[in-house]
């Protein structure tokens, strides 16, 4: 099972502003909910009936302020929360990282966070029941009682002053005896003590220093017990412990004054009987108040430990994203990815060290681009010219062969590859001698012998297949602007054709010169033989070596003459006149001709569609009728000869041939064969094959011989359908051209 | 431990009274303000405070109603567990009553004095609207928030209307 393929995530601006705009669609809502809420909680009174307002704004405000954020903490974490989830799901980078931290953070927080929790609870419950409920309210009961106890025995030990001071004051009408009633009286008690005489809810006589406040509180109670009772009682505060009683005109009380400290233990002890009260009767309000806010607390936790996944899974997982993101962008070729990510942290140290990173691939794609620029024009530049070269080479009749230092053939040309029967697939990079012929590869060797590092040029017969060329050899020895060895330039020039001419020229000359110097003396001869033979016929009638001589000197004038015609017409071969007509139908009369001088021999014309060419008729015909005239004598009384003319579109050229199935030529006169005045036929002048090469070399063609299969010669002539001068070159539109008209 | 609801519709009855020469005496009962709940919160030391507002005017029967003068009246009352009386506290004097009971009924029956501006006219009618609410819960310091959170004794009472005796 293959994992589903990561997705990366888009930063597309518009995915950006959509998420934006959702976002505060969110918040909209979350605002309206708080609002919703508030009203709701406003309202609470009015819903319930026992839940009213308060008129407490501040706290009010504080409440709905922690509403408001835990409502919003609630949202942001919730989002983050189904935003990761939903990341997860997409399968996009970093989802499955940040889910599986805040995961963890939620866990580690909420485990121990839940557990606190319920144990705080449990204590703050058990300790509120156990402090409301148990020896405490007993023992704030004992201590008030002791407290209250303690006043009224201090109030019980005033009662004698205040009876005395009743007794004394029963009957008197002049109240200017009052005080010395009271002081009287007060003798009887403690240190401290006052004695007050009030009439009419009005203080008329006192006796002793009493604070004010006590004598307001002792008028209050008094006027609270006047109307009631056996006339006399005890009156206990927190400040002050009192006895009184009542006399005919009013009522008479003794006070003293608790020392500070211990008004202020009885004080701290009613405060304290008054809370333990207090909190008896909020028992479930406190205990739901401190479950509520620990449950506050529990839950800030939580989400505060969620936000703080979310916070910190991001902060690891958005540079993680961005680097991927990055790297997938400098994969696809990207070069100008930037990541906007700053931190002091490892990950804002890797950021930064991707942006120098792709920035240095930048630069470096860059030079490598204007590198590769360049390389490429000098590339194209050198291919232009190796092409330029090579064209020029096998443009050339010169075959060229470029040796290496090591001996490795650099470059060769397809005239080379003619030449010299070399297969030059392949060759360009192997050893020359590897490829060359043994007997070609050392008379390379002892040339290059000769160089001495310069320049050598020899005229060499080499062997190619079963004919020997002569070549003329020429080696140069390459060198750099430092005078290192490169290599070697060998060029092979055949001289075959050359020397042909030049003996077919010298053959001419010969020819010229002995028509000239043989003509002249023939006449005479044959004119002194003939009157010889007029004169002394007679005479020697009897003697038939007298005629037979005669007869044969005759004879051999005759052939002498012959063959002076043939050299003359050898020497004189004028120059072709070259116009375009029907090629075969010049030939075709010729075999017919021979068709009938010779009816043994089965003679065959074939055809194949040669355009009309330029060709010098007379020449033509006569070139053809020294083939059929050798194919006639070879083959004797029987045999077949079969003359062809095709076309060769692709060349350029008409091939005429001549194929006889006679005996064939030995190998040993082949070579010789177009040369004048060879012959191996009786009578022969040995001019015949001379004129037919002559006469195709002057169409710029050439004749060359082959055997035919199974047996027999063919002959094949062979010259360009238009001569030179009447194609259509392009010269002009060359480089060439424009180079010398630029000169 | 008893429940901490307010007590069911609180409201003013028997609203009564004179009026004459700058004063108008307005005489009215506090009713259903002291549940038992709040007995015994009363009991366990709370003070309970009650403010009161009295407003006079005189009535049209085809003019808006002229108001002649309004008078804010509070009354409290907190258990002394020391000295076990209720002390009482008015704007005109204090009291101590060792009496639950009196102690409410004192809590309950108003006699309230306003100052009144404007002449009374013989046979004209007056009205007075009075009404009640519990201004604030005497808790100990550390309460105050836990009683905030747990019940609101937040007692208010609807106007109520009487007519005055005029001269």
Do not use: C, H, N, W
């Given at each position: 099972m293959t994992a589903p393929p990561v997705r990366q995530p888009t930063l597309d601006p518009a995915a950006d502003a959509a998420k934006s705009r959702r976002e505060r669609w969110a918040i909209g809502i979350v605002a309206v909910l708080v609002a919703i809420l508030t009203f709701f909680e406003a309202h609470l009174a009015a819903l319930g009936g026992a839940v009213t307002f308060s008129s407490n704004i501040v706290i009010f405000a504080l409440i709905n302020l922690n509403v408001v954020f835990v409502v919003l903490l609630i949202f942001l974490v919730t989002r983050n929360v189904f935003k990761i989830l939903l990341d997860r799901r997409r399968n996009l980078l970093g989802a499955k990282l940040r889910s599986r931290l805040v995961l963890i953070f939620i866990g580690f927080s909420l485990i121990p966070t839940v557990l606190l929790f319920i144990a705080a609870t449990n204590i703050t419950t058990t300790s509120i029941k156990s402090w409301i409920g148990g020896r405490v309210g007993h023992a704030l009961t004992g201590a008030i009682d002791i407290a209250r106890e303690r006043l009224e025995e201090e109030a019980r030990i005033l009662s004698p002053a205040a009876e005395s001071a009743a007794a004394g004051l029963?009957?008197?009408?002049?109240?200017?005896?009052f005080p010395r009633v009271l002081d009287s009286s007060r003798?009887?008690?403690?240190?401290g003590t006052a004695l007050l005489y009030f009439e009419k809810d009005a203080e008329v006589a006192r006796d002793g220093d009493l604070p004010s406040t006590i004598r307001a509180e002792v008028l209050t109670r008094i006027k609270g017990v006047?109307?009631?009772?056996?006339g006399k009682g005890t009156l206990i505060g927190d400040q002050f412990a009192a006895a009184w009683r009542r006399t005919p005109g009013g009522v008479v009380v003794a006070v003293r004054p608790l020392p500070p400290a211990e008004a202020a233990r009885i004080r701290e002890i009613a405060r304290a009987y008054d809370e333990y009260h207090q909190v008896r009767l909020l028992d479930d309000p406190i205990r739901a108040n401190y479950v509520g806010i620990l449950i506050l607390i529990t839950l800030l936790i939580v989400f505060a430990a969620s936000w703080m996944g979310i916070y910190l899974a991001r902060q690891i997982t958005v540079p993680v994203q961005l680097l991927a993101e990055g790297t997938e962008e400098v994969a696809r070729g990207n070069l100008d990815v930037s990541l906007d990510y700053r931190s002091s942290d490892e990950f804002g140290t890797l950021v930064a060290s991707f942006n120098r990173m792709t920035a240095d691939l930048k630069e470096m794609k860059g030079s490598l681009e204007e590198t590769n620029a360049s390389l490429t024009r000098t590339y194209d530049e050198l291919r232009r010219r190796t092409q330029f070269i090579e064209t020029i080479l096998d443009s050339i009749s010169t075959g060229v062969i470029v040796i290496d230092r090591h001996g490795r053939i650099a470059m060769i040309n397809k005239v080379a590859e003619r030449l010299l029967r070399?297969?030059?697939?392949?060759?360009?990079?192997?050893?020359y001698r590897d490829v060359l012929q043994e007997d070609h590869y050392e008379a390379i060797r002892d040339l290059y012998r000769e160089t001495a590092g310069g320049q050598v040029e020899r005229q060499v017969e080499l062997v190619v297949g079963e004919k020997r060329i002569a070549f003329r050899v020429s080696l140069t020895s390459l060198r750099d602007d430092a005078g290192e060895h490169m290599g070697l330039v060998t060029t092979f020039d055949d001289l075959s054709q050359a020397m042909r001419l030049q003996r077919v020229l010298a053959w001419r000359e010969v020819a010229r010169r002995i028509a000239h110097d043989i003509r002249n003396p023939l006449t005479p001869i044959r004119l002194s033989t003939e009157r010889m033979q007029r004169k002394y016929a007679a005479v020697h009638a009897e003697d038939p070596v007298f005629a037979e001589c005669t007869h044969a000197i005759l004879t051999e004038v005759d052939t002498l003459k012959h063959l002076v015609d043939e050299f003359t017409r050898f020497a004189r071969m004028p120059v072709p006149r070259l116009e375009e007509g029907d090629l075969p139908g010049e030939i075709r009369p010729v075999v017919e001709t021979y068709r009938t001088s010779h009816p043994g021999i089965r003679w065959e014309f074939l055809q194949?569609?040669?355009?009309?060419v330029w060709f010098d008729p007379f020449q033509i015909r006569r070139a053809v009728t020294n083939l059929l005239d050798n194919a006639a004598a070879a083959l004797g009384e029987g045999g077949s000869v079969t003359v062809t003319c095709t076309h060769d579109k692709a060349a350029g050229k008409v091939r005429i041939g001549v194929a006889d199935d006679g005996p064939g030529i030995p190998p040993g006169d082949r070579d010789r064969?177009?040369?004048?005045?060879?012959?191996?036929?009786?009578?022969?002048?040995?001019?015949g094959l001379a004129i037919v090469s002559t006469i195709a070399s002057d169409h710029g063609g050439t004749v060359r011989m082959r055997d035919n299969t199974p047996r027999g010669t063919v002959f094949e002539m062979e010259f360009p359908a238009r001569p030179p001068s009447k194609?259509?070159?392009?010269?002009?539109?060359s480089g060439i051209d424009d180079g010398r008209r630029g000169s | 431990m008893s429940s901490l609801a307010g007590p069911p519709d609180p409201g003013i009855a028997e609203v009564s009274g004179t009026i004459r020469g700058g004063e108008a005496r307005v005489r009215f009962t506090l009713r259903n303000a002291f549940p038992p709940e709040m007995v015994e919160a009363l009991k366990s030391g709370i003070e309970i405070t009650f403010k009161t507002t009295v407003e006079v005017e005189r009535v049209y029967r085809r003019w808006f109603n002229r108001p002649m003068g309004q008078v804010q009246y509070t009354r409290s009352v907190r258990y002394?567990?020391?000295?076990?009386v209720y002390r009482l506290h008015r704007d005109d004097g204090d009291e101590l009553l060792e009496d639950v009971l009196a102690a409410l009924d004192r809590m309950t029956r108003f006699e309230v004095v306003v100052p009144v501006t404007g002449d009374v006219e013989k046979g004209k009618p007056y009205r007075a609207r009075v009404r009640a609410r519990l201004d604030k819960v005497g808790l100990s310091e550390p309460l105050r928030s836990i009683f905030f959170f747990s019940s609101l004794w937040d007692v208010e009472t609807d106007w109520a209307r009487g007519y005055l005796q005029a001269p």
């Open positions: 029963s009957g008197l009408v002049a109240p200017g005896s003798k009887q008690a403690p240190a006047k109307g009631g009772g056996d070399i297969d030059t697939v392949g060759a360009v990079g192997r050893m194949e569609g040669p355009p009309r064969l177009f040369e004048p005045y060879f012959s191996r036929r009786e009578g022969g002048t040995g001019l194609e259509k070159t392009g010269v002009t539109d | 002394d567990a020391l000295s076990r």
